[in-house]
């Protein structure tokens, strides 16, 4: 129970990140297809590559 009311949360912060967020504000990019990304995934959404480097700048 508490899992989807946490799962939801974390749904409702990445749209507004998505939705703010520019280029110059993504934490995380895929080595593999050069996406990137605004949160900390263990997967590329694009590709399924694990290979995810966060971004230092
Ligand atoms: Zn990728």
Request: a negative charge.
């Given at each position: 129970m508490s899992l989807f009311n946490d799962l939801g949360r974390k749904v409702e912060e990445l749209k507004q990140e998505v939705g703010n967020a520019s280029d110059d504000e993504a934490t995380h990019r895929c080595l593999e297809c050069d996406t990137l990304l605004y949160a900390d995934h263990d997967?590329?959404?694009?590709?399924?590559?694990?290979s995810i480097l966060a971004r230092s700048d």
């Amino acid at each position: 129970m508490s899992l989807f009311n946490d799962l939801g949360r974390k749904v409702e912060e990445l749209k507004q990140e998505v939705g703010n967020a520019s280029d110059d504000e993504a934490t995380h990019r895929c080595l593999e297809c050069d996406t990137l990304l605004y949160a900390d995934h263990d997967e590329c959404p694009e590709c399924g590559s694990t290979s995810i480097l966060a971004r230092s700048d």
